[in-house]
């Protein structure tokens, strides 16, 4: 388990519910109350990231295992699996999203 994980995974979860209680109450007007909500928990989350940098790296990279292309899907479980294992989390994410720029611009190139 990487440094922080646990507390990125928490953040992340607290934004995600309070981003889905303010589109709830955004049906029946300006929900004032659950905006403030989804700003402190945003705030929050953007704590735990800079606090721990490796966990919002293993974020980013395990949220790109869950795209809808092949070549980016198998960018992210790379990093992933590196990332778990110790390796510099700048390094990795610099290298998936380098991998993923040299899939799409071979795609765009090839069409």
Do not use: F
């Amino acid at each position: 388990m990487i440094t922080g994980q646990q507390e990125y995974e928490s953040a992340r979860d607290a934004v995600a519910e309070a981003q889905g209680n303010y589109d709830a109450a955004g049906a029946y007007g300006y929900p004032y109350r659950e905006s403030q909500a989804l700003k402190q928990a945003q705030e929050t989350y953007d704590a735990v990231c800079t606090q721990y940098p490796a966990a919002a790296a293993w974020g980013k990279a395990q949220g790109w295992t869950y795209a809808s292309n092949d070549c980016k899907v198998t960018a992210g479980k790379r990093a992933v699996a590196r990332i778990e294992a110790g390796e510099d989390h700048e390094v990795v994410i610099a290298e998936m999203e380098s991998e993923w720029s040299a899939a799409a611009l071979s795609a765009v190139q090839n069409s």
